[in-house]
């Protein structure tokens, strides 16, 4: 069974350009979600979907990002325009809930690097 | 919200020594504590988890501790090998009345073995 599989793996950009990363979750999981890691920082928590609607998206750093998951399969995550900040590699996530098990395994993608110069 | 600090951020033993990572929670809600490895070029991925019901889960050369009153928890590496370096990353969870789920994590520790 494939993992979570996401693309690019990089990505270099211009500062005011367009960027679309997309994620492909594990076959059947409902949940998923964007994290970011910022040079040396913590991975941090970006938003959640469960199926094709977001559950939490307190992490999003700004409305010029935005997140889509129609048909609740794969999710995009596009950043417009870039900035600077922005630079990072962005991880997607996905799980699936079992029943009577109140947490469940996140599995990670391989991340995209994402470089805005 | 929950804050994670995890300790040290670097971290070099020997082979066949053992290498021990900890990390703290501010939240005492939190529930669920894995522990992530990640490995040049690929992703984090789960090698050990314990849940707040439990004080100590172990897995061949693999540990983690949890201390709910003091709130730590700790990843024990025995009998290191080369194959275990990389980044490690605690993380912290826990489930809102929502449904919310979202990992809290750690900022890594970079594990290098010495052979």
């Known amino acids: 069974e494939a993992g979570v599989t996401q693309f690019p793996s990089h990505s270099v950009i211009e500062k005011g350009q367009t960027v679309t990363l997309r994620c492909d979750p594990i076959?059947?999981?409902?949940?998923l979600y964007w994290y970011r890691r910022v040079m040396g920082k913590e991975i941090k928590f970006l938003l959640h979907?469960?199926?094709?609607?977001?559950?939490?998206e307190s992490g999003m750093p700004n409305n010029r990002f935005l997140a889509e998951r129609t048909g609740g399969t794969y999710s995009t995550l596009k950043v417009q325009p870039a900035e600077l900040e922005d630079s990072g590699v962005y991880f997607c996530?996905?799980?699936?809930?079992?029943?009577?098990?109140?947490?469940?395994?996140?599995?990670f993608g391989q991340g995209t690097r994402l470089t805005v110069v | 919200g929950e804050n994670v600090e995890q300790h040290p951020s670097t971290l070099s033993v020997q082979e066949g020594d053992s290498a021990v990572i900890k990390c703290t929670y501010s939240?005492?809600?939190?529930?669920?504590f894995p522990w992530y490895k990640q490995e040049l070029g690929k992703g984090p991925q789960l090698i050990i988890d314990?849940?707040?019901?439990?004080g100590e889960k172990k897995d061949q050369r693999i540990a983690v501790t949890l201390n709910k009153t003091a709130k730590h928890f700790s990843l024990h590496i025995t009998e290191t090998q080369p194959e275990d370096s990389a980044v490690y990353f605690c993380?912290?969870?826990?489930?809102?009345?929502?449904?919310?789920?979202?990992?809290?994590f750690g900022t890594g520790t970079r594990l290098t073995i010495i052979p």
């Open positions: 993380a912290a969870h826990r489930r809102s009345n929502f449904g919310n789920e979202k990992l809290t």
């Open positions: 076959s059947g999981h409902d949940n």
């Open positions: 996530a996905s799980s699936q809930e079992k029943p009577g098990r109140p947490n469940t395994e996140a599995f």
């Open positions: 314990i849940r707040s019901n439990v």
């Open positions: 979907f469960v199926k094709e609607s977001k559950q939490d």
């Open positions: 939240d005492s809600a939190s529930n669920y």
